[in-house]
């Protein structure tokens, strides 16, 4: 029989993958600080079935593309086609192999509706969905947070993207009804539960980012980096900036640039919402919770000046409807989504009107979703799902 026949004999399993959202704690998770994501009914579903012989075949059915690479050949990061989808794909197998465990010959058809581009982690959904059925075919598990870090190195020194770990873990640990608190640090995190009346409401500005380009994220980060390194040599116990306080960034100020500075009083200063937005969430305060939203719009856009003027439009005229708790921009910046706190019984009009009033002001007709918290990856045994 040939390779070709066994390959479509074989019955495909299903694998999944979540987008997120980040409520709150930007930039905070290469900083070893805490961040507040939420997986979303937004992801990456990959067919998989196993081959007789060592190729890996991947196949998108929404771009119509495939490629096929020989997995007994190296990868090496240097020779990868960075800002292709199938980067994310190969790296995922290269962080694998490099972890000790070799990829079988796999045909992976790859489907998703995580929006491009938009700040809602659509690579790691897909770097995530791919290891998960990598392993699955594989019969090889691993824990969560080494799923995670694994798919964030894929990322990092294959596609050379310098995400943290937020994204990728959130994809392998969501949990429906909840967002997580992460501690980037330890790697431990805690439920932040979202009330059943409220939805989380994502609007997409249709103003595109890649951070595999570098470019204005990495620059963030080398600033954050920059700080970080004063504060280190005047407090010794501060080896990230998790460990530095507002009075350290004071008192350290005239030691740094003024942009390192304001990058880094975003950061401290968002962190600690994480954590106070926690305990305000588990009090049932929405409207506190809400108003810190608003509170982080306002760093993310002056302090870390990581905003745009569609963005900021959207989450202003979010922060003004009825009905709405608070409105902030999300993701990696510059571009992307908004995510607001809304009455699920003012749901619908909000999304309605929100859109309605972008396109009046910009002319674009901004991608507006009701969303649903989900839970992380895993294999999909009910196929009718």
Not at 100 to 110: D, N
Not at 279 to 299: C, I, K, P, V
Request: with cysteine; aromatic share 6%.
């Amino acid at each position: 029989m040939s390779a070709h026949l066994a390959e479509e004999k074989t019955v495909p399993r299903m694998f999944r993958a979540p987008g997120r959202v980040n409520l709150v704690g930007e930039h905070t998770d290469y900083s070893g600080g805490f961040c507040m994501p939420a997986a979303i009914n937004f992801e990456t579903r990959i067919a998989a079935s196993l081959r007789p012989d060592r190729v890996l075949k991947l196949h998108s059915i929404d771009l119509k593309e495939t490629v096929e690479v020989n997995l007994d050949a190296p990868l090496d990061p240097l020779e990868s086609r960075k800002g292709h989808w199938s980067s994310y794909c190969l790296g995922v197998v290269w962080s694998l192999r490099e972890a000790g465990f070799e990829s079988p010959g796999a045909a992976l058809s790859i489907t998703g509706d995580v929006p491009l581009g938009a700040g809602l982690s659509s690579s790691a959904s897909l770097e995530v969905a791919t290891a998960t059925a990598l392993l699955g075919l594989g019969a090889k598990t691993i824990s969560g947070p080494q799923l995670a870090k694994t798919c964030q190195r894929a990322e990092n020194d294959y596609v050379g993207a310098p995400c943290g770990i937020m994204d990728q873990f959130i994809s392998v640990n969501g949990r429906h009804g909840s967002a997580l608190v992460l501690d980037t640090r330890s790697l431990t995190f805690e439920l932040a539960p979202i009330p059943a009346d409220l939805r989380l409401v994502i609007a997409n500005s249709m103003v595109k980012h890649s951070v595999a380009e570098g470019g204005e994220y990495a620059a963030r980060r080398r600033e954050v980096e920059e700080g970080t390194a004063v504060l280190a040599a005047y407090k010794p116990s501060i080896r990230e900036l998790r460990d530095a306080t507002l009075a350290d960034l004071e008192a350290c100020s005239a030691r740094m640039s003024e942009t390192a500075y304001k990058r880094c009083r975003h950061v401290i200063s968002d962190s600690q919402r994480v954590l106070d937005g926690l305990a305000l969430l588990r009090a049932g305060d929405s409207a506190g919770f809400g108003q810190m939203l608003n509170d982080a719009h306002r760093s993310y856009r002056d302090d870390f000046e990581a905003s745009c003027a569609e963005c900021d439009l959207l989450a202003e005229l979010g922060q003004v409807q009825a009905g709405c708790y608070g409105s902030r921009l999300t993701g990696g910046g510059f571009g992307g989504c908004t995510v607001s706190l809304v009455e699920a019984e003012a749901s619908e009009l909000f999304v309605e009107t929100l859109r309605e009033r972008y396109f009046k002001a910009t002319g674009i007709r901004a991608q507006v979703y009701l969303c649903s918290t989900a839970d992380g990856a895993g294999e999909v045994k009910d196929l009718k799902a």
